[in-house]
């Protein structure tokens, strides 16, 4: 048992370090407002991720196209990540390409590109990252670790200073569900 609660004592000593870090919560707070704008304008957010950050981004998608704590409109949020684009595009252009490939499909000027990243260093999120910004579209970064080739390149981001993946992730999804939260309130405040 006394591993169980040390594993739970170190997720929960994540969240206070993030709660008093004050830049990261204004970061955060200007992401909302960005999503809100976002969606008031038409326009959409693309997410994406590798391995456990592809889950989460698909996580995150669902929470807006579906539904998060009631019933509401549903609002553009798309995650690449379907399983036929990955792999024609990984055989056809190579594994690097593929959420470039998808940014270049779907993304628009004033879209929203987020990316969900441990490291800040894959090579598929770098292309995708520079394709967004050939199409004006807005960046956040979910970082971790040392922040990587990504580190302060985006609009915003979200700096996770945990050392491991599995650590970073779970404060990302946090923030996310936070962020989902809160774009719901200042959208539709009659669902608080």
């Known amino acids: 048992m006394s591993d169980i609660k040390d594993s739970l004592h170190v997720a929960r000593n994540s969240i206070d370090t993030l709660l008093a870090d004050e830049h990261t919560l204004s970061v955060i707070d200007n992401i909302i407002s960005l999503f809100v704008a976002t969606f008031q304008h ?12 592809c889950c989460d981004a698909m996580h995150f998608a669902e929470e807006f196209t579906g539904r998060f704590n009631k019933n ?11 399983p036929s ?18 940014v270049e499909a779907f993304g628009n000027e004033n879209d929203v590109f987020l990316a969900l990243t441990t490291s800040g260093n894959s090579q598929n999120i770098v292309n995708a990252f520079q394709e967004a910004q050939a199409k004006k579209m807005k960046t956040v970064i979910f970082n971790g670790k040392t922040g990587g080739t990504l580190k302060g390149l985006a609009d915003y981001e979200v700096f996770i200073t945990e050392k491991t993946s599995d650590r970073i992730q779970e404060i990302h ?3 996310l569900h936070a962020i989902i939260e809160q774009v719901e309130y200042r959208l539709f405040p009659d669902l608080k």
């Open 173 to 175: 999804m946090l923030v």
């Open 42 to 53: 038409n326009h959409k957010i693309l997410v994406c991720g590798n391995g456990g950050s």
């Open 72 to 82: 509401r409109p549903a609002l553009p949020v798309l995650a690449l990540a379907d």
């Open 85 to 102: 684009h990955i792999t024609c595009v990984a055989n056809d252009f190579g594994f690097d390409a593929i959420f470039q490939r998808g």
